[in-house]
């Protein structure tokens, strides 16, 4: 008799262990609606009780001690974003967990777009086109201090030397040559009303990969660049996915027609004039 209520126990045991198991499953997988957002950011986000989608961004790069106590990333160096969504309109709130070198670049733009939104509230004549620019790239920028990837590598194929990248050759970026910038940007400014203060993301909305971007460059240059790939500790930091979709004027992607193979172009043929002439 006593072996039979040992095998009934065992049997429930097992049921009650599945059915929390199965259900904390289909709670991680990621809805479909945000998984465009994970995408975008490099990173997995959470579901949240409110219906929020929340991701987790610690500060792994920063060492940081109280007395003789280290803390930890996750305890209280946690920047988060959480977004949500009704029908069109969407809005994102978090946290951000900054060096005091950080704070005041951050402010100042916040700031600066408070000022512009407050003056064209107060001033109905007044039209304000705020635009936010994917990653820049073109001929002639300054020399000396860095520059963006493609201005780095043609200097460095240009002059024989190794290209370094931190960062996996997989990070996705949306690369707008400064031109199409400017088209994109004069071409927004003519739709915004007058009494409104509009932000436009102003992007070629055409991802590409580091492994891409050197394959154009070994097609467009006669000195294929030697690549060094190495990570340190802030890389996790970087995000792997960044790309832009634009819903203010979707019509305005025809102004941004210069292909990345003939921006690459331009820009080796810019540093080649740059050597030539200062070495």
Known sequence: MAKG???????????????????????????????????ALGRSGKVQPDGAFKFGMPRKDLKVTVGDVQIKPGFALGAWAAFSSSGDDAMVMGDM???????PPVIAKLQ????????CRHNPNVAVLMASY?????????????????????????????????????????????????RGMLAASESVSLGS?????????????ISEII??????????????????????????????????RPDLRAVYRTSLVVGISAVLDAERMRYAHDG
């Open 97 to 103: 967990v900054l060096t005091e070198d950080e704070v």
């Open 197 to 209: 203060a509009v932000t436009k993301i102003v992007a070629s909305e055409r991802p590409t990969t």
């Open 112 to 119: 600066q777009e408070k000022i512009l939104s407050e003056y």
């Open 5 to 39: 209520p040992a095998v009934v126990l065992c049997v429930v045991a097992t049921t009650i262990v599945l059915i929390p198991f199965r259900a904390f499953t289909q709670q991680a997988q990621t809805p479909a609606e945000w998984k465009p957002l994970e995408a």
């Open 134 to 182: 994917s990653t820049l790239y073109g001929p002639e920028q300054a020399s000396g201090k860095a520059q963006g990837l493609l201005t780095h590598i043609s200097r460095q194929v240009v002059r024989g030397l190794p290209v370094r990248i931190y960062v996996p050759l997989d990070t996705i970026r949306d690369y707008l040559e400064v031109d199409d910038a400017a």
């Open 215 to 248: 394959a154009l460059f070994r097609k467009v240059s006669w000195r294929p660049p030697k690549i060094i790939t190495s990570m340190t500790r802030s890389s996790s930091l970087y995000a792997k996915r960044i790309q832009f979709k634009s819903w203010l």
